[in-house]
């Protein structure tokens, strides 16, 4: 199976981009790509710009190096309650290209935050619209208070979270297998 993966952050300490890592060592027997949403800049999207500059090559890019993949894993990073605005620019960019930008691929969408709610506004507003632009959504798994929850060494360090997180990756080979 390869397995693209990426955190919906630009943060070079990115923790979305730690529980994406993290991750795909669970999926060892795959091959596994993190891209990093800072190789895909983009200028900030507005109608005006698209009919000046057309599309930028990092946009069509970004969609282009997820499509080889057998499943996508996303984290989602929350800023004020949704996506950061790096991440919404960025699809903003995509959905114009190719509005079907996960191309009906499998997805396993994941969030995490600093606060006690794991990013979970960001990880259900993509819930929501992800499906809209191709992805199907297998499971969902959000990490409460990253700060206290993850160890850079040893993964997630409460046990009932990291058996959460253990069964989905579980559920998720199942259903792309
Ligand atoms: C501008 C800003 C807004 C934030 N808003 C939220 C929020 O609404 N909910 C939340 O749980 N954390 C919020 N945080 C804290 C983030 O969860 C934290 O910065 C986290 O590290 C972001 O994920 P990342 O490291 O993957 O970029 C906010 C942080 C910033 C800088």
């Given at each position: 199976?390869?397995?693209?993966?990426?955190?919906?952050?630009?943060?070079?300490?990115?923790?979305?981009?730690?529980?994406?890592?993290?991750?795909?060592?669970?999926?060892?027997?795959?091959?596994?790509?993190?891209?990093?949403?800072?190789?895909?800049?983009?200028?900030?999207?507005?109608?005006?710009?698209?009919?000046?500059?057309?599309?930028?090559?990092?946009?069509?890019?970004?969609?282009?190096?997820?499509?080889?993949?057998?499943?996508?894993?996303?984290?989602?990073?929350?800023?004020?309650?949704?996506?950061t605005a790096a991440f919404k620019n960025l699809f903003d960019w995509c959905s114009?290209?190719?509005?079907?930008?996960?191309?009906?691929?499998?997805?396993?969408?994941?969030?995490?935050?600093?606060?006690?709610?794991?990013?979970?506004?960001?990880?259900?507003?993509?819930?929501?619209?992800?499906?809209?632009?191709?992805?199907?959504?297998?499971?969902?798994f959000s990490l409460p208070s990253f700060g206290t929850n993850f160890n850079a060494?040893?993964?997630?360090?409460?046990?009932?979270?990291?058996?959460?997180?253990?069964?989905?990756?579980e559920a998720v080979k199942l259903k792309v297998n």
């Open positions: 199976m390869n397995i693209i993966a990426f955190a919906a952050s630009t943060s070079k300490a990115s923790i979305n981009k730690q529980l994406v890592a993290h991750t795909l060592t669970h999926f060892s027997e795959s091959e596994t790509t993190l891209l990093d949403l800072n190789n895909y800049e983009v200028p900030l999207f507005s109608v005006d710009l698209e009919k000046e500059i057309g599309h930028p090559e990092a946009a069509a890019r970004f969609i282009a190096d997820l499509s080889p993949a057998d499943l996508i894993i996303v984290s989602m990073a929350e800023h004020n309650g949704n996506y114009r290209i190719e509005p079907k930008i996960f191309k009906d691929k499998p997805l396993f969408l994941m969030s995490t935050s600093t606060g006690g709610y794991g990013g979970k506004n960001a990880l259900g507003a993509a819930e929501t619209r992800f499906p809209r632009h191709g992805a199907e959504i297998l499971e969902t060494e040893t993964g997630i360090t409460d046990e009932s979270l990291r058996n959460e997180l253990m069964s989905k990756v």
